[in-house]
């Protein structure tokens, strides 16, 4: 069955450092999306991706974030420079756009911030 | 700003026993989710509720949608210690026919006991 990834698995950087988060969505997948989860919270969305460009951000999405689709399976999530309290679990998901289907969640990236 | 809440937010039961788990919204949608998450993993789907009056059952799982309340229900029939997770509603923003952002409600962590 076709599967979100994910990677890496766990990511630890220091402040102010960069970060790149990696999925490969699902191959017939149009729309793409990341979310975070802060540990013990809600997942919150952050972006929403469909046709090359960004569908809609939540005020979490700032200028520090941004996503890319560099080729035809991969779709990153960048944090410029991390902060402490950018510490979560990324979830990325897609779908397929036909109508009534669901978002499939990859596994996530455990990013932690020190 | 679409709210989704859950109640209760913990919830802890005897093996055997039935319970029900809503999930309040405060805008027009008519797409619902109900994902699954064991601690440390990711999203599992169980069920995607696109229309009022929708209900699906699963196992010893049954959700139902009521779009005009803006209330859907997650009930447990018989529960054993294998359902004990955290399980999140999930509400998609977009009403409009498209497929939008999840915004997740807080979750209700399930916890069964012998």
């Known amino acids: 069955e076709p599967e979100v990834t994910q990677t890496p698995s766990h990511q630890v950087t220091q402040m102010g450092q960069e970060v790149i988060l990696r999925c490969v969505p699902i191959?017939?997948?149009?729309?793409f999306y990341w979310y975070r989860q802060i540990l013990g919270q809600k997942v919150e969305f952050l972006v929403s991706?469909?046709?090359?460009?960004?569908?809609?951000k939540s005020e979490i999405f700032d200028d520090q974030f941004s996503v890319e689709r560099p080729d035809g399976s991969n779709f990153t999530l960048k944090i410029r420079s991390t902060k402490l309290e950018d510490s979560a679990m990324y979830f990325c998901?897609?779908?397929?756009?036909?109508?009534?289907?669901?978002?499939?969640f990859g596994p996530g990236t455990r990013l932690t911030v020190t | 700003e679409l709210k989704v809440e859950q109640n209760p937010l913990f919830l802890s039961m005897q093996e055997g026993k039935n319970y029900t788990i809503y999930c309040n919204y405060s805008?027009?949608?008519?797409?619902l989710y109900w994902y699954r998450q064991d601690p440390g993993k990711s999203l599992e789907s169980l069920f995607v509720?696109?229309?009022?009056?929708a209900v699906k059952q699963e196992g010893r799982l049954m959700a139902s949608l009521d779009t005009k309340a803006r209330l859907s229900t997650l009930h447990i029939t018989a529960a054993v210690h294998d359902l004990s997770a955290t399980y999140f509603c999930?509400?998609?923003?977009?009403?409009?026919?498209?497929?939008?952002?999840?915004?997740f409600g807080k979750g209700t962590k399930l916890s069964v006991k012998p």
């Open positions: 991706f469909y046709n090359n460009e960004i569908s809609e």
């Open positions: 805008t027009t949608s008519d797409r």
């Open positions: 509720l696109l229309s009022n009056g």
């Open positions: 998901a897609s779908l397929t756009g036909t109508g009534g289907d669901e978002q499939y």
């Open positions: 999930a509400v998609d923003m977009k009403y409009d026919g498209s497929q939008g952002n999840l915004i």
């Open positions: 191959s017939n997948h149009l729309y």
